[in-house]
């Protein structure tokens, strides 16, 4: 069985490594940014997602309309062809921002 999905040139724009850098940090927040931090973060991610519709690096990378997009998805998407679309979103806008944040919590108060 072999993979073979296209990559264009213009998938590594500026914009992607801008968006990719974010989330790394993100991902890692925890072990150095203080969780109340993070939580605010989170709530104006949220924000974002409610006055736009979608992250508005992916709405700049992508030029979509569609609320349903999302960086994960895109790229994703290239490997695991059957990836959902709306659980991919619903896993990056809610799952991992709430695991995020209780892993900030749990070693920020727990830890010592």
């Not at 989170?42 to 992508?62: A, D, M, P, R, S």
């Not at 749990?106 to 010592?112: A, P, R, S």
Request: with cysteine; aromatic share 22%; glycine share 2%.
């Amino acid at each position: 069985m072999s993979f073979s999905f296209e990559i264009k040139k213009k998938d590594f724009g500026i914009i992607f490594w801008i968006h990719l850098v974010l989330i790394v940090l993100a991902v890692f927040s925890p072990l150095y940014i203080d969780y109340k931090l993070i939580i605010l973060v989170n709530v104006l991610l949220w924000l974002q997602y409610y006055i736009l519709g979608n992250c508005f690096l992916t709405k700049k990378e992508f030029n979509t309309r569609d609320e349903d997009m999302t960086f994960w998805f895109y790229y994703l998407s290239k490997v695991f062809y059957s990836l959902d679309k709306k659980k991919t979103k619903f896993f990056v806008r809610v799952i991992l921002p709430f695991l995020i944040m209780m892993i900030a919590i749990y070693l920020q108060t727990n830890m010592f």
